[in-house]
């Protein structure tokens, strides 16, 4: 196959709008990725707060849940689960009376 060759102005033209072209196609090409890639660095930055908030929740009930076991095990004390039912409740014997003073 033989390539042929136009000159002048006519070659010319032909030789800019394939530049033209190819400079247009590599500017959209470019410009699709980086909205692509923005896309997605938006979404990994948005997971990235999910996990960070549901890691914060997970240490939060894990120390909640160490404070109520401490708790369950001191309430199985007789002694113990009477004075926080005193105490939290303003329970009372029948023969004593109780004054609340508030601070």
Do not use: C
Not at 9 to 20: Q, Y
Not at 22 to 46: C, P
Not at 54 to 73: C, F, G, T, V
């Amino acid at each position: 196959m033989k390539k042929v060759k136009i000159g002048g102005v006519i070659g010319k033209l032909f030789e800019d709008a394939s530049l033209l072209f190819w400079r247009a196609l590599t500017i959209v090409v470019s410009v699709l990725t980086l909205f692509i890639i923005a896309g997605s660095i938006v979404s990994i930055v948005k997971s990235k707060r999910h996990i960070n908030r549901l890691e914060r929740q997970k240490r939060e009930y894990l120390a909640q849940i160490a404070a109520d076991s401490i708790m369950l095990r001191k309430l199985q004390s007789d002694e113990y689960l009477e004075k926080f039912a005193r105490e939290r409740y303003n329970m009372q014997r029948p023969d004593e009376r109780i004054y609340i003073i508030e601070k």
